[in-house]
């Protein structure tokens, strides 16, 4: 690492009771994070202010919309960087948690690309974050290996053979409180992105690749301001090439649909793409529009990619990448193969083919997968409509930048399946993220971090809808939905749960029904689930 003066770099140490793993958190990491910490940490800060302050005008009424003072970027003729080779045809990516057995069956799992998350799927106990951060440091290596306690040996195909690694840390909202900088949390994702590049940017960069990133949650242009200079003096720090990180950014809050080539253009000189992050980005139309009775949503099960909102902003998102050279990456379908249920898996696959199809017609280069089942169905989907290594060709110019289009609410109902289900998944989840697992399947639908707060943010806007001057919220069946509804699906759940046998995070569904009903039941919608689970995280 190039020498800062040591000397004016605040002193960064794991917090009290934290592991210290000096294998991971050596002193060049220190200085590494704490300089970090001390250059942006301040900055960071400030946007996420300046997040709460674009809240409140949408609280007081007023609608997202494109900027005025950006006019200039949209309108201009740029593009971004040449593509580096290992990103240039992304038609099928993985995605998954980080331990070392889900490590090592992404790589070998035939998809192109593999995005290594710290973020929705993860939940980010100390353990889980430098089992992650060796796991993947083992795997850039190429000696990662694992045995598991059924005897089954697991062992990484040849480099050739392994999809592309990309990395996604944590968002901004995020901070990591196992490591102060004089006391204070650092960033998780200046920690994520920082430890990573850290142990993998000179192997990386030695292969002709570099650390590949995802950046998740972003809601405006100087977000990803932000990451472009963080990214910059990380590689300058490591003395790595300048721009050898590359970044896909992910299209997931509805504040950034409005800044699509704003943030493209701040990344220009690194960006490989954006991506549809339909589940993230349904809980932020429901957040953005929490104090608007007339936008919302109808149950999740309801809300699909074909409703209008979302096909406009798949479609604008593949019009704005090809204009400027960039892929524009599908996203997840949520089901999960079925195992002992031919019948039901048959109507999963279909579900997850229909996905893949309407993405890849759309013009999307690539798509993401939950499971390894389906990296070869959504292979041939992409294999038959797209010939090269990605359709940046398809300009989409039929894509109107429609701002009502963009925040039009679809119609849809509530019904007692869908109340009840979304109690369920909340607490579910929660349970099993309290237990140190990001993401479950729970009825055959993989839900992580994303997809249980769409159902939490919900159950509190359908139970505050009187609050907000509008009609109440009501079922199909005309019940009304107040807290009554609310504490009685709570009541029912300990016997539900129990008729379906083992669940994961059995040990804390108390605790995870509690905060839910401090959750919804609090006067103000919590901005992220994981901010008040994570204090109780060990
Ligand atoms: C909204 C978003 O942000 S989407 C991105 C974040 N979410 C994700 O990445 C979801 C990733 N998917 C998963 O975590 C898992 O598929 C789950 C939790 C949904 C289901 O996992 P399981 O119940 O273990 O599935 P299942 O039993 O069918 O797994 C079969 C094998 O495939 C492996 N596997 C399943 N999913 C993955 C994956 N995404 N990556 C690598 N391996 C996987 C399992 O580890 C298991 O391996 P084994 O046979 O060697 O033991
Ligand atoms: O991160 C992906 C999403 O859909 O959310
Ligand atoms: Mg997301």
């Not at 570099?210 to 977000?223: A, C, D, I, T, V």
């Not at 509008?470 to 504490?487: E, N």
């Not at 995070?505 to 995870?512: F, L």
């Amino acid at each position: 690492m190039s020498a800062a003066p040591r000397s004016a770099v605040p002193e960064a140490r794991p917090a009290p009771g934290a592991a210290p793993a000096p294998d991971l958190l050596d002193r060049d990491a220190l200085v590494l994070l704490a300089g970090l910490h001390q250059r942006f940490e301040s900055r960071r800060r400030r946007l996420l202010a300046a997040r709460r302050e674009r809240q409140a005008v949408f609280d007081a009424g007023g609608l997202p919309d494109f900027r005025a003072d950006t006019r200039a970027i949209r309108d201009g003729d740029w593009r971004v960087a040449p593509l580096p080779r290992a990103l240039l045809d992304r038609r099928v990516e993985i995605t998954g948690p980080v331990d070392p057995k889900m490590v090592i069956n992404a790589l070998n799992s035939g998809a192109n690309c593999y995005m290594a998350d710290f973020e929705d799927s993860t939940a980010p106990t100390w353990d889980a974050l430098l089992a992650g951060q060796r796991a993947l440091r083992e795997a850039v290596g190429g000696t990662l290996a694992f045995d598991a306690d059924n005897g089954k040996s697991y062992r990484l195909k040849p480099e050739a053979d392994r999809a592309v690694l990309i990395v996604r840390p944590r968002g901004w909202h995020l901070d990591e409180k196992h490591l102060l900088v004089e006391g204070v949390r650092i960033s998780a994702s200046l920690f994520d992105a920082g430890l990573f590049c850290l142990h993998n940017g000179a192997a990386l960069a030695a292969k002709d690749r570099g650390p590949y990133l995802y950046l998740p949650k972003l809601q405006s242009m100087e977000e990803a301001a932000l990451w472009n200079d963080v990214l910059t003096h990380i590689e300058q720090a490591l003395g790595l090439p300048a721009e050898c990180i590359k970044v896909t950014v992910l299209i997931e809050t509805l504040p950034a649909v409005f800044e699509m080539d704003e943030i493209l253009h701040a990344l220009r000189d690194r960006v490989a793409g954006l991506n549809c992050g339909r589940w993230d980005y349904i809980f932020s139309y429901i957040k953005t529009f929490r104090a608007h009775r007339d936008r919302a949503l109808p149950e999740r099960g309801q809300v699909g990619m074909t409703q209008p909102f979302l096909k406009a902003y798949s479609e604008l998102l593949v019009r704005t990448c090809h204009r400027r050279g960039a892929h524009a990456m599908g996203g997840m379908a949520a089901q999960i193969p079925v195992s002992g249920d031919p019948e039901a898996n048959e109507a999963a696959l279909a579900r997850v083919r229909a996905d893949k199809e309407r993405e890849a017609r759309a013009g999307h280069d690539g798509t993401w997968v939950a499971h390894p089942a389906l990296v070869p169905l959504a292979k041939e989907i992409f294999d038959a409509v797209m010939h090269g290594p990605n359709q940046h060709d398809v300009v989409r110019d039929d894509a109107v930048a429609d701002r009502d289009a963009l925040i039009g609410p679809p119609p849809g109902t509530i019904t007692r399946a869908g109340f009840e289900g979304n109690v369920e998944v909340c607490v579910r989840y929660l349970a099993a993220w309290l237990d140190g697992n990001g993401c479950v399947p729970i009825h055959w639908l993989m839900e992580d971090a994303a997809t249980a707060e769409i159902a939490r943010a919900q159950l509190w806007q359908w139970l505050h809808a009187r609050d907000l001057g509008g009609d109440p919220a009501c079922l199909d069946d005309g019940t009304l939905i107040d807290d009554r509804l609310f504490g009685q699906a709570l009541l029912d759940l300990p016997s539900r749960l129990a008729a379906q046998g083992p669940i994961p995070g059995a040990g804390r569904v108390a605790e995870a029904i509690g905060m839910l009903g401090e959750l919804t039941r609090s006067d103000t919608l919590e901005e992220f689930l994981t901010l008040s689970a994570y204090e109780r995280l060990a």
